[in-house]
């Protein structure tokens, strides 16, 4: 009788590669536990692989290859060819779904098997490392320091506002100074103040890198956090809910008056495509605003202004290489390059700037 290479199925060892993220058996390299929004991307891409074996009838195997013959070795590459093509179809076509969310699923499928390998000591190949989606290109919208001054110093704006607004515009301007992500800018509280006899300072251990960071206060910071001292409670400035901050920012941006049309665009296979409203026009710039808007904007600002990369990233928490970071590079970079030809413009182009401005 010819003998069979030992497997292991797929779906019940990522249901315990699940629970050993949730139990706190596997950690991160850091040493940390795993986030709940991690944790919850685990559980939708069993749910996907669950979905996919029950359409096509299979259950989704794994070879062990220890002392593995060539052949076997062949065939269990070209197994997990087709099935990253496979089921590459099924995200794309059947499901809908664009390249961020399907290379999000890759990312969780490739984390898994390297948890095969590392935590169980299973000798199962490196074919996962062939799948790979094309990377979603997206520019992060941001507010540039011209918008974000206008909402800090334009007082003739701020009377146009109702209470709602004026409480909306106070929380927005506060994120777009501190760079937190906005579960640990709602979670602030007056513990988290430090004075000095110079500067007031924020403390904070953030929560998805958990290192502490200690970002000081301007003034117009300050007053925000004096308005709200009593109604804000133990906290720093009002809470509101992600959803309802969302909606509110979108309404502040509105009523500043930047309505100006931005296209948004998404990835499918490499290809651009853009997403149109709705009501099938294209996208205006305060529809593109979130809540999340804030950190990108803090973070775009200091570099703008001139702040060191290190310092910039160890006050927004990424790690040096971060991708994601030098998103904001770019953004501020392009925009200094503006400034830059602005200038050499008006050199050539505008002597009555320099006659006003200059005179020998």
Same mark, same amino acid.
């Given at each position: 009788?010819?003998?069979?290479?030992?497997?292991?199925?797929?779906?019940?060892?990522? @249901?315990?590669?699940?629970?050993?993220?949730?139990?706190?058996? +596997?950690?991160?390299?850091?040493?940390?536990?795993?986030?709940?929004?991690?944790?919850?991307?685990?559980?939708? !891409?069993? $749910?996907?692989? $669950?979905?996919?074996?029950?359409? @096509?009838?299979?259950?989704?195997?794994?070879?062990?290859?220890?002392? !593995?013959?060539? +052949?076997?070795?062949?065939?269990? @590459?070209?197994?997990?060819?087709?099935?990253?093509?496979?089921?590459?179809?099924?995200?794309?076509?059947?499901?809908?779904?664009?390249? #961020?969310?399907?290379?999000?699923?890759? *990312?969780?499928?490739?984390?898994?098997?390297?948890?095969?390998?590392?935590?169980?000591?299973?000798?199962?190949?490196? /074919?996962?490392?062939?799948?790979? &989606?094309?990377?979603?290109?997206?520019?992060?919208?941001?507010? /540039?320091?011209?918008?974000?001054?206008?909402?800090? =110093?334009? *007082?003739?704006?701020?009377?146009?506002?109702?209470?709602?607004?004026?409480?909306? *515009?106070?929380?927005?301007?506060?994120?777009?100074? &501190?760079?937190?992500?906005?579960?640990?800018?709602?979670?602030?509280?007056?513990?988290?103040? %430090?004075?000095?006899?110079?500067? &007031?300072?924020?403390?904070?251990?953030?929560?998805?890198?958990?290192?502490? &960071?200690?970002?000081?206060?301007?003034?117009?910071?300050?007053?925000?956090?004096?308005?709200?001292?009593?109604? %804000?409670?133990?906290?720093?400035?009002?809470?509101?809910?992600?959803? #309802?901050?969302?909606?509110?920012?979108? *309404?502040?941006?509105?009523? %500043?008056?930047?309505? /100006?049309?931005?296209?948004?665009?998404?990835?499918?296979?490499?290809?651009?495509?853009?997403?149109? #409203?709705?009501?099938?026009?294209?996208?205006?710039?305060?529809?593109?605003? =979130?809540?999340?808007?804030?950190?990108?904007? !803090?973070?775009? =600002?200091?570099?703008?202004?001139?702040?060191?990369?290190?310092?910039?990233?160890?006050?927004?928490?990424?790690?040096?290489?971060?991708?994601?970071?030098? @998103?904001?590079? %770019?953004?501020?970079?392009?925009?200094?390059?503006?400034?830059?030809? #602005?200038?050499?413009?008006?050199?050539?182009?505008?002597?009555?700037?320099?006659?006003?401005?200059?005179?020998?």
């Amino acid at each position: 009788m010819k003998k069979t290479a030992p497997q292991i199925l797929l779906v019940p060892n990522f @249901k315990t590669f699940i629970q050993a993220s949730v139990s706190g058996r +596997r950690l991160t390299p850091a040493g940390k536990k795993i986030s709940a929004g991690t944790i919850s991307n685990y559980r939708h !891409a069993l $749910q996907l692989l $669950q979905e996919f074996e029950t359409k @096509k009838s299979i259950q989704l195997r794994i070879q062990l290859l220890h002392r !593995a013959s060539l +052949r076997t070795i062949q065939k269990e @590459k070209n197994y997990w060819a087709r099935f990253f093509i496979q089921f590459s179809i099924f995200l794309y076509k059947e499901k809908g779904y664009f390249d #961020n969310y399907a290379g999000n699923n890759f *990312k969780v499928i490739k984390t898994f098997f390297n948890y095969l390998q590392t935590d169980k000591g299973y000798s199962i190949g490196n /074919y996962h490392k062939s799948f790979k &989606v094309p990377l979603q290109t997206t520019v992060p919208v941001v507010l /540039y320091p011209e918008q974000l001054n206008f909402l800090i =110093t334009n *007082k003739e704006f701020e009377e146009q506002l109702n209470p709602s607004l004026k409480r909306t *515009k106070d929380i927005f301007i506060f994120g777009c100074t &501190v760079a937190l992500r906005v579960s640990d800018l709602m979670n602030l509280k007056k513990t988290n103040l %430090a004075y000095t006899e110079k500067e &007031v300072y924020l403390i904070i251990n953030t929560q998805k890198t958990g290192t502490e &960071v200690r970002i000081p206060l301007p003034d117009y910071a300050l007053k925000i956090i004096d308005r709200y001292k009593r109604k %804000a409670g133990k906290y720093i400035i009002p809470r509101l809910s992600t959803p #309802n901050l969302n909606i509110q920012v979108k *309404k502040l941006i509105e009523k %500043a008056g930047w309505t /100006y049309t931005l296209t948004k665009t998404i990835n499918r296979q490499g290809k651009v495509m853009e997403i149109k #409203n709705p009501n099938g026009t294209t996208w205006k710039f305060y529809q593109h605003i =979130t809540a999340h808007t804030m950190r990108r904007t !803090a973070i775009t =600002t200091l570099l703008i202004m001139g702040v060191p990369e290190l310092l910039v990233r160890k006050i927004s928490g990424h790690a040096p290489g971060s991708k994601e970071f030098y @998103k904001y590079v %770019a953004i501020s970079q392009q925009y200094l390059s503006n400034e830059v030809q #602005n200038a050499f413009r008006k050199l050539v182009n505008d002597p009555a700037f320099l006659s006003t401005h200059y005179t020998i």
